[in-house]
């Protein structure tokens, strides 16, 4: 993964760097908006061996997630611009020395209607730091973050880069590596669509989506996207795959 003292070069684009700020976090809003727990189940590997060089290293459990009440949006497309109003922000507890690797911005700098107030958060353009911090540390991605987002390609994303932190890899194979975040991204959303909430007709509209956002990357590399990798059925058996791992 690629990443600099500025800006890092993210799947996503370039996402400018704000100063990075210091002081206490907690896992609840001050207006305490509930949290909605996210089953992430591990979702099983659909890329050549060799994309991933520690493939779920770290078993993907739930994800807190926060929205503000009635602020939910979930007409937002995805075409792989900067996921706006989405930030990882660091859980209540977590003690300063295990965290300070961390590149940290106050998270309420982008989410908003939370009650933030000096809580961090993971800066947006350090995915792929934290990604490598996590796997390098051993460290669970539930027991640091929880996920603000409110609207439907902020929470996609924040999905993407929660499978990015379980699936270490050196970022080398770009679309394929893309893909595998991609397909866990929309199985835990399938999953999860009545506590989003999300229709099965907008589900299927974000699916095609992020099937030609997909198809993109591979062209971009000189290379044909495989026929059907991300079709509906393939991602719902994805999905039963892991209901039938945990029965």
């Not at 926060?66 to 939910?72: K, N, Q, S, T, V």
Request: net charge negative; charged share 25%.
């Amino acid at each position: 993964m690629q990443s600099s003292g500025g800006v890092s070069k993210c799947y996503y684009g370039c996402v400018a760097r704000f100063e990075c700020f210091a002081g206490a976090a907690r896992v609840t809003s001050r207006q305490g908006e509930p949290a909605v727990v996210l089953a992430t189940p591990p979702i099983a590997r659909i890329v050549p061996d060799g994309v991933f060089d520690d493939f779920a290293w770290c078993e993907s459990d739930d994800l807190a997630w926060r929205c503000p009440a009635g602020a939910w949006d979930g007409a937002t497309r995805v075409d792989g611009a900067d996921p706006a109003r989405m930030v990882f922000v660091v859980r209540d507890g977590v003690p300063r020395d295990e965290r300070q690797w961390v590149p940290r911005e106050l998270a309420r700098l982008h989410a908003f209607g939370l009650g933030l107030g000096d809580e961090e958060a993971l800066a947006p353009w350090a995915i792929d730091d934290a990604t490598d911090g996590l796997h390098a540390r051993r460290v669970r991605p539930s027991d640091l973050f929880w996920l603000a987002a409110d609207n439907l390609n902020a929470l996609f994303w924040g999905l993407h880069d929660w499978a990015h932190f379980h699936n270490h890899g050196p970022f080398t194979e770009v679309a394929w590596t893309e893909l595998q975040c991609d397909a866990s991204a929309l199985a835990w959303l399938w999953r999860n669509r009545a506590l989003v909430p999300l229709e099965d007709a907008a589900w299927e509209r974000l699916r095609s989506e992020v099937e030609a956002l997909c198809a993109q990357r591979f062209a971009a590399e000189g290379a044909a996207m495989p026929p059907g990798t991300l079709a509906r059925d393939r991602v719902h058996a994805l999905v039963a795959a892991t209901r039938a791992m945990r029965s």
